[in-house]
């Protein structure tokens, strides 16, 4: 419906956005209310139930970064309602807006079976259907949503590993359609991930993948229009740039462990 439609506008993972969460999840809840209306007037609706259980998936999305308490909450509805109607509903991307709603709370050993089980639905429908463009893109975001996730647990060889595949299938996207720009996007964040992964370990190295992300974001007006959401990610880039710099400079030069090349 129209609030849905403009709540995707605003912010949603799997589109391009303003990037605005807080915003997107004013326009979910009044979504909500009218999905559980439908939903409560008719049980065996199978279209009211699976709408409700879409809508609950995007308000979790939308709520992680701003209240994922209650966001999660959300999540864990949609997939009650996903497991009543495993025949219309998949649960890659619910499960996947769990496990970052539990990873912003701490609650890490929580979050890393829910990716898991996101990153394993994926596979196995990238691997019925090869050429199934929109499930590879979910992938690459999973597989770095894993990578931070992992980062955070201390396992940095996992962390990078994630985020080594997530650069490879990225690569293949963009060059399969170059003129997808959500590919790109998915592409420049993972760009930003390995950033981020290599700061305290490699300076140089994290700034050449933050430099990476900040030509991207700088060309953008170049293949696109230019919006606030372009705008505030090369502003972050160019500070991660200027982070890395800095650090750089204050150790002369040289890189916090010796380079460890993947």
């Known amino acids: 419906n129209a609030y849905l439609e403009m709540a995707y506008v605003f912010f949603h993972p799997a589109f391009l956005s303003l990037g605005d969460r807080q915003t997107a999840a004013v326009f979910h809840q009044e979504a909500l209310a009218i999905a559980h209306e439908l939903a409560a007037s008719d049980p065996s609706n199978a279209m009211a139930q699976t709408d409700l259980a879409l809508a609950e998936a995007d308000a979790c999305a939308a709520l992680n970064e701003s209240d994922p308490a209650r966001g999660i909450e959300y999540c ?5 309602l996903a497991a009543r109607w495993p025949a219309q509903l998949t649960t890659e991307a619910m499960s996947a807006y769990l496990a970052d709603g539990l990873h912003r709370l701490g609650r890490n050993s929580e979050a890393l079976p829910a990716l898991r089980s996101a990153i394993e639905s994926c596979e196995g429908l990238a691997q019925h259907d090869p050429w199934g463009f929109g499930v590879r893109q979910q992938l ?123």
């Open 140 to 262: 690459v975001r999973a597989y770095n949503q894993m990578g931070a996730l992992l980062l955070d647990m201390g396992d940095a060889a996992g962390a990078v590993q994630y985020r080594r595949q997530a650069l490879a299938l990225a690569d293949d996207l963009v060059s399969a359609i170059p003129s997808n720009l959500l590919s790109r996007r998915d592409l420049a964040d993972t760009y930003e991930g390995l950033g981020k992964y290599y700061e305290g370990r490699d300076w140089h190295e994290a700034r050449e993948w933050h430099q990476k992300s900040l030509d991207f974001w700088t060309g953008w007006p170049g293949f696109a229009i230019s919006s606030r959401m372009d705008l505030a990610r090369r502003q972050k880039a160019t500070q991660a740039v200027a982070h890395c710099e800095a650090e750089l400079k204050g150790r002369g030069g040289q890189t916090a462990e010796k380079k460890n090349p993947l």
């Open 76 to 80: 864990r509805d949609a997939l009650a």
